[in-house]
């Protein structure tokens, strides 16, 4: 470990590191997300941090006197989650100096992604970094880490083969819903929750031909917005219940903090055309539909680990390219790790 | 050449059919279905060739002894395979009526006791009571590939349960087009087999006394079995995985029932001429 070490840091923890059960314990609301800041901002010796907080990643990046301090934070969110420490402990993900910097840029790049490979990553990253741009929380090194970081993952990209083929969550849920019902045109989608992962899955089964969309969303304004962009119908969020079967297939990506369909009203649902598979997809985390819906005769539930595991069967076409990635990020890593040490040095 | 080498030759094409399927199946590879449409349709070819010299031997429908109602039964579902799998592009359904169509014809023909003695004019020179058992038969043709179609639904639904899609499983039709497939094989098994029993019982109530009991009873069970899972599956009451045990259960004990039914006709008819091979 250099002399330098830590000052620069990475903690929390990822689907590489904690089962879905536990990542929806970690899960950081938007809503209490500034909050949680707020304490982390009052953290003596915590210099800089932002926070990347995706489905799949609760991660603290950030510049720090001493281990002490990586202590504190873990505390702090520990309490803020309502989580035992130890249970963090033991899933946590802890990386200082280099392996930080190497850590983002993979990140950044896609290649720690559940779907290696995908793109959504990298515009979560730079809108982590903005959201601690905004509140000051960046300074000169997290600054300097973050915008090398981008380059690398944008080099890697342009100049790999790591995204090509089936690498988004979207693609490979159409790719199982032809599965269950064939031809995608008759198909009745609802997608409700009008992010962008929603979004992304629902054009990915409007360009496999799917004709019936419905978006649903706890603000209407938003669905109405998405509706029109995709050329579809709006629904509120709380007629949801009595419209389920009409669907065939229906893709979750809401913020709920808890599972919006229940396996009564999938039951009840099923009632009225049993004979009828039902698709559901899960993308929410935590999860929009409760995990016991899937031992209901004719319905498929899929959730995010699901499609990635699906995903990783594709994945080996592309393992050269993804040496090739990872590659090039410990290289660009290495450098800038020491570009950082001089500056360190020379100021000292 | 005899009906029998004709239907052994017959036999070799679907164990190519087999092999060519379970090769690919074994590699993770797409079915060759032209390939195997191919040696279905040539197996196909020549057990009709087989069958018809044995009709004009019997002076009528082979449908005398168990070997020639296992023949009939695998030529019934063979022939609808050959309309069926080119209307729903179904490769993997070639593999399966391959394997069933060698199997009903292999083990028919390792029995020499079943096709012991061929009976002739069977049906006693009555055109109604021959269309009656050649509709029955042919009906279990249907339900032969409605049980293929539902052990693909199960092996389809398994494996979209347990997340398992990966290998052969990819080949698999979709969930709802086998279960379109097969309600439809189930509706057209069950009118099938409600003209054949129609049929019967028309020439059954003017000569009542002529009625084999036991026959009569198996038959008009597996047809109750049949048109309970047609009415059950229409009210929405048996549907996916249950449909297709229970189709999977039905064929088998049809299959098996034709044994003791063929067995009880001896009692009702003058001796059989023993055959002798030429």
């Known amino acids: 470990m250099s002399k330098l070490e830590p000052f620069l840091f990475v903690v929390g923890a990822t689907h590489h590191t904690a089962p879905l059960e536990w990542r929806e314990k970690l899960a950081l609301n938007a809503a209490a997300l500034p909050r949680l800041e707020e304490q982390l901002a009052t953290l003596g010796g915590l210099e800089e941090f932002a926070i990347l907080n995706t489905c799949n990643r609760r991660e603290f990046y950030g510049v720090a006197e001493s281990q002490a301090t990586l202590g504190q934070l873990c505390t702090v969110f520990c309490e803020h989650q309502e989580i035992e420490m130890d249970a963090f402990s033991a899933m946590q993900l802890r990386k200082t100096g280099s392996e930080a910097i190497h850590h983002l840029s993979a990140v950044s790049a896609g290649l720690e992604s559940q ?16 959201a601690a741009q905004k509140t000051q929380r960046v300074g000169p090194i997290l600054h300097k880490v973050f915008q090398k970081t981008f380059q690398a993952a944008k080099m890697v990209r342009t100049q790999t083969g790591i995204s090509e083929g089936q690498v988004s969550v979207a693609n490979v849920a159409v790719d199982l819903a032809t599965t269950i019902f064939g031809n995608l045109s008759d198909t009745r989608v609802l997608l409700a929750g009008a992010g962008e992962i929603g979004e992304q899955a629902a054009k990915a089964f409007r360009s496999r031909g799917a004709n019936d969309l419905t978006v649903a969303s706890r603000t209407m304004d938003n669905a109405m917005q998405l509706a029109q962009t995709l050329d579809a119908r709006a629904l509120p969020i709380e007629k949801l219940a009595d419209r389920l079967a009409y669907f065939d297939v229906i893709v979750c990506a809401t913020a709920a903090p808890g599972a919006i369909l229940s396996h009564s009203a999938i039951s009840t649902a099923m009632q009225k055309h049993p004979a009828a598979p ?15 819906v899937a031992k209901i005769d004719n319905v498929y539930l899929y959730n995010l680990d699901d499609l990635a595991a699906i995903s990783e069967e594709n994945k080996s076409a592309r393992t050269a390219e993804i040496t090739k990635a990872r590659e090039m990020i410990a290289a660009k890593a290495h450098h800038l790790w020491e570009n950082l040490q001089r500056r360190r040095e020379a100021s000292n | 050449m005899t009906d029998r080498t004709w239907i052994w030759i017959a036999a070799a094409c679907y164990l190519v059919g087999v092999v060519i399927g379970t090769v690919a199946l074994l590699r993770h590879r797409k079915q060759p279905a032209g390939t195997l449409y191919l040696f279905v349709a040539i197996g196909f070819a020549l057990q009709t060739v087989g069958l018809y010299i044995r009709g004009l031997e019997v002076g009528g429908c082979p449908l005398g002894n168990t070997f020639e109602l296992f023949q009939f039964t695998a030529w019934s579902a063979t022939a609808l395979y050959l309309v069926v799998g080119v209307t729903f592009r179904l490769s993997l359904l070639g593999y399966f009526t391959s394997l069933l169509s060698l199997v009903l014809s292999a083990v028919s023909l390792s029995v020499p006791a079943w096709d012991a003695t061929r009976r002739s004019d069977v049906f006693g020179g009555n055109v109604w009571i021959e269309f009656h058992a050649a509709l029955a038969l042919f009906s279990y043709g249907v339900f032969a590939l409605l049980a293929l179609t539902s052990i693909m639904f199960l092996l389809r639904n398994y494996s979209l349960k347990n997340k398992q899609l990966s290998g052969a499983f990819a080949f698999l039709p979709s969930i709802r087009d086998l279960d379109t497939i097969s309600v439809r094989l189930l509706n057209v098994g069950v009118m099938l087999l409600s003209a054949s029993m129609l049929v019967g019982s028309a020439y059954w109530i003017r000569a009542i006394d002529t009625v084999n009991l036991s026959k ?3 038959t008009v069970a597996i047809w109750i079995a049949y048109g309970g899972a047609f009415i059950l599956r229409r009210q929405g009451k048996l549907y996916g995985k249950n449909l297709a045990w229970i189709c999977i259960g039905l064929f088998i004990a049809a299959l098996i029932s034709v044994y003791p039914v063929n067995l009880s006709r001896r009692g009702d008819e003058p001796p059989p001429v023993p055959f002798v091979q030429p």
């Open chain 1, 115 to 130: 779907l290696v490979g995908e793109n959504e990553i990298f515009g979560q990253v730079k809108e982590a970094y903005a």
């Open chain 1, 278 to 292: 039902l698709f559901l997809i899960d993308l929410a985390l935590p999860r929009d539909i409760e995990a016991s």
């Open chain 2, 216 to 218: 009569l009873l198996i």
